[in-house]
């Protein structure tokens, strides 16, 4: 009983932190206000706690679970038993990785491990690294024997518990600093929605990281660090390219020269079938180079696009001293082969047709072509 209590009680704390008001929606709050204390006076005055007293109930829980009232647990799905150890281990002090593991022909799990984040020894090939660039990580690997197994049950169609070891043999962590465990640091969907939220209106993420502090009440109670959240965000840019970002812009590329018959794209996929190269230029750049293209300006800026890729912007200068584009590539990479690649498309873009001189912003692998 004092299991299910626990996975309660953990919900509702989970639930607590995803900065909602009592109606369910987002707090407001200030980019440019400063946190109301510092990670260390955070640690001292409230000594990492989350809840108050209700830490103190979730202590009690955790010390009255015993190796018999884990092992007469069920779960519906594997990851219901992972959630159900890891916030043990947080409220206990020590953190948690995946272990071994067994999947049918179907994908199901039949079996899984997990282990305390001390578990095991680092590869001895590590302490005699010769070619060493900076100094090695502390040593974190005890050999700590806990874990916890649960085994499908094709009866029941439940997960159970076949292993749960709870004795270490190293220190546990203190509440102030358990949350900095790999394990225990997350960024929620509910927090990346907001996160999502403020980035769509210009706010920094060193600022949306400010607003979790201020709501949180310090940064011993947000639950991750910056590096989590520039993690989390990019992860979800890297999906949304490629759930179909690539066919969407190839898509109104088409779109532009079935309205356009001089407008000019051409791309190029690599050996695993993702857009590495890609060039337009519409009617009206190609006619303004075949008057203005004696002299072409080759600018390309670094990383200023959500993709953080480089983008080429190939310009000149018209009779009214102008700036006027002539076509512009999107590529993966900065290599010499794919400038090469731009000037040439561009050459064909252009019917053949070259610019007298060509002026660069510095870059070597440009020089070099």
């Not at 403020?198 to 600022?207: D, P």
């Not at 794209?265 to 203005?292: C, I, M, P, T």
């Not at 900065?334 to 001189?357: C, D, N």
């Amino acid at each position: 009983m004092g299991c299910l209590k626990l996975m309660t009680w953990c919900r509702k704390i989970e639930k607590g932190k995803m900065g909602m008001d009592g109606c369910g929606r987002l707090m407001s709050f200030d980019l440019n206000q400063e946190p109301e204390c510092d990670r260390d006076t955070c640690s001292e005055e409230s000594g990492g706690s989350i809840g108050g007293h209700e830490d103190e109930e979730a202590d009690e829980l955790v010390g009255a679970i015993g190796v018999d009232d884990v092992m007469k647990l069920t779960f519906d799905t594997e990851e219901e038993a992972g959630e159900f150890y890891n916030l043990y281990a947080k409220l206990s002090g020590f953190g948690i990785r995946k272990s071994n593991a067994k999947r049918d022909e179907d994908g199901i799990s039949r079996f899984r491990k997990w282990v305390c984040c001390c578990e095991g020894y680092r590869n001895e090939k590590w302490f005699n690294y010769e070619d060493r660039k900076r100094e090695a990580k502390a040593i974190t690997r005890t050999g700590c024997g806990a874990c916890f197994r649960v085994k499908y049950d094709t009866e029941s169609v439940k997960y159970v518990v076949t292993r749960f070891i709870m004795e270490h043999n190293h220190p546990l962590a203190s509440e102030a600093s358990v949350q900095h465990l790999r394990s225990h640091r997350k960024v929620s969907d509910a927090e990346y929605a907001q996160a999502k939220s403020l980035k769509l209106v210009g706010a920094r993420i060193c600022q949306i990281m400010k607003h979790f502090v201020i709501k949180a009440g310090g940064y011993s109670n947000v639950g991750f660090c910056i590096k989590d959240l520039y993690n989390r965000m990019d992860e979800e840019r890297r999906k949304d390219i490629f759930n179909g970002d690539a066919e969407g812009a190839l898509g109104f590329l088409a779109a532009k020269k079935d309205a356009d018959d001089m407008f000019f794209y051409k791309y190029h996929v690599d050996n695993e079938g993702r857009l590495a190269r890609l060039f337009w230029a519409d009617s009206k750049s190609r006619v303004d180079f075949s008057v203005f293209g004696d002299v072409l300006v080759f600018d390309t800026t670094y990383k200023t696009n959500k993709y953080r890729k480089p983008l080429v912007v190939l310009a000149g200068v018209n009779n009214h001293l102008n700036s006027t584009i002539f076509g512009c590539a999107l590529l993966s990479d900065e290599r010499i082969e794919t400038y090469e690649w731009v000037l040439s498309t561009f050459v064909e873009a252009m019917k053949g047709r070259k610019p007298v001189a060509v002026m660069t912003d510095g870059t070597v692998q440009c020089e070099e072509r």
